[in-house]
């Protein structure tokens, strides 16, 4: 029974096995002998196949075609990349692109074609190039003249080599033929793996592509990537005892309830109701500053109070100061009395009011 369901099992993996494999694709340059003999100087260089872009897609493998034997005395790496163009190619400067996968590889010392299995399996999106790197001078691949393609490089000094997120600006001219590098994928992936498919928020993988939306408080915008905040205080916040306050995907409802009673009887009451428990940090926070405000008034009343009782006793322990400043007080206000009457008796007989003094 157990030798059954292990027949069993392996038969279904082999069958896993196999569908999957048979989905992969192959795309890339034709794998072949060359046609003509490869250049002695193609080593040190950043190769980009500029013609061939692969679709959104997860990358299993390169493939590669040796054109002859190697010895084994004879160097023989290369780094096997991923590009995407960020400037395309003019008349006048060669393509600008950013490298975004790269695997370094001992090549097969043996003619013929050869299988370079990746284990992390990148995924792509559509229009990614492929390229390679070669670390010695010799140029092991096969290659197919051919007007029609382009294939740009970019010559590195000494031990260099390309990094991973950093862009590199090709030779104008491209090399015009076909190499024998290609890879095999798989498009049925779930494209939101790529930079969340674009999308701001959430990432929907359909087959027809990604499709975005957006969190709760949002709105998707014209673009169906990004998510605009929804202003809930336009239309959630209807009272006009209450202050509402819009946050980024959220708001916060703050009002006032004549009674215990009104709970429920409002048609509002469900939107409202938890709003009002989320904004008892704010209530809190309302009637303490109202606390602090009073507490403040009666510290400065007390301050004032403590002055005037201060000069009232000082006052009080220098009676001949406070003496004489009543008195001068008083003789300033006679004085003013005398310059009234003065004034008022302008032209009188002079003998009858001295008499009358």
């Known amino acids: 029974m157990i030798l059954l369901k292990l027949r069993y099992l392996s038969c279904i993996v082999f069958l896993i096995v196999e569908t999957f494999t048979q989905e992969l694709s192959q795309v890339g340059r034709p794998l072949a002998p060359a046609t003509s003999d490869p250049p002695t100087d193609g080593g040190k260089r950043i190769w980009m196949d500029n013609t061939t872009l692969l679709p959104a897609s997860q990358v299993h493998a390169f493939k590669v075609y040796m054109h002859q034997d190697v010895p084994e005395d004879q160097p023989l790496g290369a780094i096997l990349q991923l590009w995407e163009v960020v400037d395309p190619a003019t008349q006048s400067k060669g393509p600008v692109a950013k490298l975004v996968y790269a695997k370094d590889v001992e090549l097969p010392r043996t003619e013929g074609e050869h299988t370079v299995t990746l284990d992390d399996k990148?995924?792509?999106?559509?229009?990614?190039?492929?390229?390679?790197?070669?670390?010695?001078?010799?140029?092991?691949?096969?290659?197919?003249?051919?007007?029609?393609?382009?294939?740009?490089?970019?010559?590195?000094?000494?031990?260099?080599?390309?990094?991973?997120?950093?862009?590199?600006?090709?030779?104008?001219?491209?090399?015009?033929?076909?190499?024998?590098?290609?890879?095999?994928?798989?498009?049925?992936?779930?494209?939101?793996?790529?930079?969340?498919?674009?999308?701001?928020?959430?990432?929907?993988?359909?087959?027809?592509?990604?499709?975005?939306?957006?969190?709760?408080?949002?709105?998707?915008?014209?673009?169906?990537?990004?998510?605009?905040?929804?202003?809930?205080?336009?239309?959630?916040?209807?009272?006009?005892?209450?202050?509402?306050?819009?946050?980024?995907?959220?708001?916060?409802?703050?009002?006032?309830?004549?009674?215990?009673?009104?709970?429920?009887?409002?048609?509002h009451d469900v939107q409202i109701q938890p709003l009002v428990q989320d904004n008892s940090m704010v209530i809190w926070m309302v009637a303490l500053t109202i606390i602090v405000a009073i507490l403040a008034l009666c510290k400065l009343t007390h301050i004032r109070n403590f002055l005037r009782r201060r000069q009232s006793k000082q006052c009080n322990d220098d009676d001949d100061d406070c003496a004489s400043d009543k008195y001068d007080a008083a003789d300033a206000k006679k004085g003013e009395i005398i310059s009234v009457v003065h004034v008022d008796t302008t032209g009188l007989d002079n003998t009858a009011f001295a008499s009358d003094i």
């Not at 590098?181 to 993988?205: F, P, Q, R, W």
């Not at 975005?212 to 929804?230: N, P």
């Open 122 to 267: 990148p995924i792509v999106k559509a229009g990614t190039r492929i390229g390679w790197t070669l670390k010695q001078e010799s140029f092991p691949f096969s290659f197919f003249l051919d007007p029609n393609r382009f294939t740009y490089y970019k010559k590195l000094e000494g031990d260099a080599v390309p990094s991973v997120e950093s862009a590199y600006e090709f030779d104008k001219l491209p090399f015009n033929a076909w190499m024998s590098v290609a890879v095999l994928l798989s498009t049925d992936i779930n494209e939101c793996l790529i930079k969340n498919g674009g999308c701001m928020h959430l990432c929907n993988n359909t087959a027809e592509g990604p499709i975005c939306s957006c969190l709760g408080g949002y709105d998707l915008s014209m673009d169906t990537k990004e998510c605009i905040d929804i202003d809930e205080c336009l239309t959630e916040c209807p009272y006009p005892r209450g202050l509402c306050f819009n946050n980024p995907g959220s708001y916060n409802c703050m009002w006032w309830r004549l009674s215990a009673s009104q709970t429920g009887t409002n048609p």
